[in-house]
C-alpha cells in the first residue's frame, strides 16, 4: 500500500490518494461508548422496568409483572433481529423501511452507520443492537397500563400485532434517514431529504424517544385499561404497592441507564454528549422536586412513591429534548413535567375513571408530549438550545419557533392518531382470539400462581 502511494503521489493522482485515505472508519471511543450505551439501556428493561413496576403491584402480581417485561425483552429482540431493523432502518416510502435486511442479510462486522456528523461513522452491528433496546423498552413501557388483570398468552400477542404495526412504522418515520454525509449541497440534500420518514421531513425533532418510544407506549396503554376494564376492587379496596423501596431501586436504575438511553442516542462520544448527560441529570431531579412538592402541597406529605414517579417523568420530558435544549431549558422541562404528571395522575385519570395501574399514559404519553412540544420551544439559541444543524450549509440555521412547534406538534398528532388506531384494532383482535382479560378467580388469587404457577415470595 506504501508503495503504490509514493507511485501516486509522483503521479501526481493526490486526489485518488486523499479519496483512498479519507475513508470512514469507527473510532475506537465511539465504539466503546455505543457497547456501554446499549448495555445500559437494557439494564433499564431487566431489571429497571420490572422492579419498578412490580414493586408497585400486590405481592401476588409481582411475578407477573417480571415475566411480561422479561419475556417481551426476548420476543422483540428476536424479532428486531429478523424483520425490525430492516422495516424500521432501511429505506423504503415515508412510513415504513423495506425487507432488504430481513434476517440482517448483508450485515457484517465491516458494515457501517451514519452517525450524526459528518464523516463519523459507527458499525453497523452496535448500530442495529442499540435501536433494538429502543424497540424492547417500548412494549415493556405499555404491561404496566393494565396490570394485574391481562392474560399473559394475550399480552404477547398484541405485543406482536403492535410492535409490528405501530412501533417500527413510527421508529421509521421519526429516524430514517439518509445521514449527514448524503448533504453535500442543496439538490443532493433535496434528494436524500425526500427519502426519510414522514416525520423527518416535517421537521419533527426527537432525539431519543418522546414520540417513539413513550407517547407511542402511553396511548397504546390508555386505550388498552379502558378495554380491559378496572381491577376488581378499584376504588373500594386498597391496591396499594407492595414494596415501595423495589420501587425505587427500580426507578433509580431506570435514571442510570437512562443515561445509556439518551447519551447513546448521540451515537458519537463528543461535546453534545456531554450535554445530553447534563440535561439528563438535571431534568430528573427538578421533575423529582416539582412532582414532590406538589405532592406535599397537595396531601401534606411527600411519599417516595412520588419521588420515583417525579424522577420518572423528568426522563420522559427531557428525553426528545436532551440534545436540542440548555440546561436551564432541561430543568424548566423538568419542573414543567412534575407538575403536570402529577396532576394527570392524580385528578385527570380520577377525573375521567380509566384505571391505568401504573399511571402509563399519566407519566409517558403526557410526559411524552410536554417534551415533544417543549422541545420546540427550548430548542431555540434564545433560550439556551442548541437550534438545528444545516448539514448543506454546514451550521446551525436560522431558528423558527412557531415552525418548530409546529413541526413537533405533526409529530405528537400523527404518532397518538397512529398508535390509538393500530391499539384498537391489535386489542380487538387478540380478544377475539384468546381474549384479554383473566378469570374473576385468577385475578382474586393473583396472577403469579394462577397464570404461571409460581409465587414472588414463599413465606
Not at 434476517?103 to 458494515?111: A, Q, R, Y
Request: proline content about 3%; some cysteine; hydrophobic content about 55%.
Amino acid at each position: 500500500m506504501k508503495s503504490l502511494a509514493s507511485f501516486l503521489l509522483l503521479m501526481g493522482f493526490s486526489g485518488l490518494l486523499a479519496a483512498e485515505t479519507v475513508a470512514p472508519v469507527p473510532n475506537k471511543g465511539d465504539v466503546a461508548w455505543m457497547i456501554v450505551a446499549t448495555v445500559l439501556v437494557i439494564l433499564m428493561i431487566v431489571p429497571g422496568v420490572a422492579l419498578f413496576y412490580g414493586g408497585m403491584v400486590r405481592s401476588k402480581n409481582m411475578l407477573s409483572m417480571l415475566m411480561q417485561v422479561f419475556v417481551i425483552f426476548a420476543l422483540t429482540a428476536v424479532l428486531w433481529a429478523i424483520y425490525g431493523y430492516s422495516l424500521a432502518f432501511t429505506e423504503g416510502n415515508p412510513f415504513i423501511g423495506g425487507f432488504s435486511k430481513l434476517f440482517l442479510k448483508g450485515v457484517t462486522p465491516d458494515s457501517i452507520a451514519a452517525t450524526f456528523s459528518k464523516g463519523v461513522v459507527i458499525p453497523e452491528y452496535i448500530y442495529i443492537v442499540f435501536q433494538l433496546t429502543f424497540a424492547s423498552i417500548t412494549p415493556t413501557l405499555i404491561v404496566g397500563a393494565f396490570a394485574e388483570r391481562m392474560k399473559f398468552s394475550a399480552i404477547l400477542l398484541f405485543i406482536l400485532i403492535w410492535w409490528t404495526f405501530a412501533y417500527l412504522p413510527i421508529a421509521h418515520m421519526v429516524w430514517y434517514w439518509a445521514g449527514p454525509d448524503a448533504y453535500t449541497d442543496a439538490e443532493a440534500g433535496a434528494k436524500a431529504a425526500a427519502t426519510a420518514g414522514f416525520l423527518f421531513q416535517k421537521g419533527a425533532l426527537d432525539f431519543a424517544g418522546g414520540t417513539v418510544v413513550h407517547i407511542n407506549a402511553g396511548i397504546a396503554g390508555l386505550i388498552g385499561c379502558i378495554l380491559v376494564g378496572k381491577r376488581l376492587g378499584y376504588g373500594k379496596e386498597s391496591l396499594k404497592p407492595h414494596n415501595v423501596p423495589m420501587t425505587m431501586i427500580g426507578s433509580s436504575l431506570l435514571w442510570v441507564g437512562w443515561f445509556g438511553f439518551n447519551v447513546g442516542s448521540n451515537l458519537e462520544a463528543n461535546g453534545v454528549s456531554a450535554l445530553v448527560f447534563a440535561n439528563t441529570l438535571l431534568a430528573t431531579a427538578a421533575a423529582t422536586l416539582s412532582w414532590v412538592a406538589a405532592e406535599w402541597l397537595t396531601h401534606d406529605k411527600p411519599s417516595m412513591l412520588g419521588g420515583a414517579s417525579g424522577a420518572v417523568a423528568g426522563l420522559v420530558a427531557i428525553t426528545p429534548a436532551c440534545g436540542f435544549v440548555g440546561p436551564m431549558g432541561s430543568i424548566a422541562l423538568g419542573l414543567i413535567a412534575g407538575g403536570v404528571c402529577f396532576w394527570s395522575v392524580s385528578f385527570v385519570k380520577h377525573k375521567f375513571g380509566y384505571d391505568d395501574s401504573l399511571d402509563v399514559f399519566g407519566v409517558h404519553g403526557v410526559g411524552g408530549i410536554l417534551g415533544a412540544l417543549g422541545t420546540g420551544i427550548f430548542a431555540s439559541p434564545a433560550l439556551g438550545g442548541t437550534g438545528v444543524f444545516d448539514y448543506v450549509l454546514n451550521k446551525v440555521g436560522d431558528y423558527d419557533m412557531l415552525a418548530q412547534v409546529t413541526s413537533q406538534a405533526w409529530g405528537v398528532g400523527l404518532t397518538i392518531l397512529w398508535s390509538g388506531i393500530v391499539s384498537l384494532i391489535a386489542y380487538k383482535i387478540v380478544d377475539g382470539l384468546v381474549g384479554l382479560r383473566v378469570s374473576e378467580e385468577t385475578e382474586r388469587e393473583g396472577l403469579d400462581i394462577r397464570e404461571h404457577g409460581e409465587s414472588a415470595y414463599n413465606l
